[in-house]
């Protein structure tokens, strides 16, 4: 079995070469942004798509004229790449996984990529990485890498500039230390219900320094824009974001660790964050109703994290030799698991689930995981079929791992 992982690090650059990275980003982003106005007005004018071989092959022409001269300072393997981005871009919009590419903009994911692993040299030893026309640059070594190199993405993010370095190694198809089954049902009170009673609090990292980073964005607002005021007032703002998300990061990865390592076969809901995270606003002929208290339900959703935790789980648990079960969530807090009554009327509160036929009482969320988990034994057993008529029976989702012949 193939293992593909990356390990990520801090950078520790020198002045010129923390200018020669932001030039580097800013090179891949011009690029980028100029491939795509060219897509677009070939496509406004009936043409086909340019495909990466076509556009590839005006980086030359762009090199040679005046104005983009200083393309030629920016390797050109990273320049490639940005297309190679572009294309990608547009195969999740055509696949409809992912919205138009938009243009990018200075300050937001910057970032380039040297994806020759011939052209990179890691001395782990001294803490040091070479990158072509870089350099050496040191790094905060925090763990050591595994596997064979195959590409390195340098990025900036919270005024700070990281370095993932992706690895290939090969490893024996593991085996399950655990052997129990659990279903888990996610919320906003309760971050993880399981099916045995377990639950584990949200994080609530966004709501925790809601207040104060409001209060650092009017301060921000009040400051003449681009002015050194204003630059300040933005970067506290920014390590204020960078806070929030590395503090989300780390539960939900201490969270998908524990649950991988404990559980074989973990059954969840396949919940769709984007559609549950849709705006009541309407429209101005139509407009919407309880905006203000959809709107809450809303920041709470995207502050639990839902996506990055089931991404997580499903590639730890194959990791570890388990299984991933997404099945669909309709009435899975209505049904009584224990005589299979579906009603509304079972649900009396947000917490309380009592049946009205046999008057089964226990916790909502406990009886959504039960009967979570009990959808999927039934989808593995026979490939239970959803009320779509699709079969709900899935592969395990697989996220940085390959599976050779």
Known sequence: MIRLQAFKYELMPTGEQERDMRRFAGSCRFVYNKALAIQKDNHAQGNKFIGYVGMA?????????????????????????????????????????????????????????????????????????????????????????????????????????????????????????????????????????????????PLNSFKKHQRRLARYQRRMSRKVKFSSNWKKAKARVQKMHTRIANARKDFLHKTTTTISKNHALVCIEDVQVKNMSRSAKG???????????????????????????HRQLGYKLAWNGGMLLAVPSHHTSQTCPACGHVSQDNRRTQAQFLCVDCGYKNHADVVGAINILARGHRVLACGELAQSGCSMKQEPTVATMQTTA
């Open 283 to 309: 429209t101005v002929e139509q407009p919407g109703s309880k905006v203000r208290q959809k709107s809450g339900l809303n920041r709470a959703i995207v502050d639990q994290g839902w996506g990055e935790f």
């Open 57 to 201: 092959a005006n980086l030359p022409v762009w090199k040679r004229e005046a104005s983009m001269k200083w393309l030629k300072e920016a390797p050109s393997q990273a320049l490639q790449h940005a297309l190679k981005d572009l294309e990608k871009a547009y195969k999740n919009f055509f696949e409809k996984r992912a919205g138009f590419p938009c243009f990018k903009r200075k300050g937001c994911g910057d970032s380039f990529r040297y994806p020759d692993p011939k052209q990179i040299r890691l001395d782990e030893a001294n803490n040091r990485i070479l990158l072509p026309k870089l350099g050496w640059l040191r790094y905060r070594n925090s763990r050591r890498v595994q596997g064979d190199l195959r590409n390195v993405t340098v990025s900036q993010s919270g005024g700070k500039w990281y370095v993932a370095i992706q690895t290939q190694c090969e490893v024996e198809q593991p085996l399950p230390t655990a052997t129990t089954a659990i279903g888990i049902d996610v919320g906003i009170a309760r971050f993880v219900t399981m099916s045995d009673g377990a639950f584990i609090a």
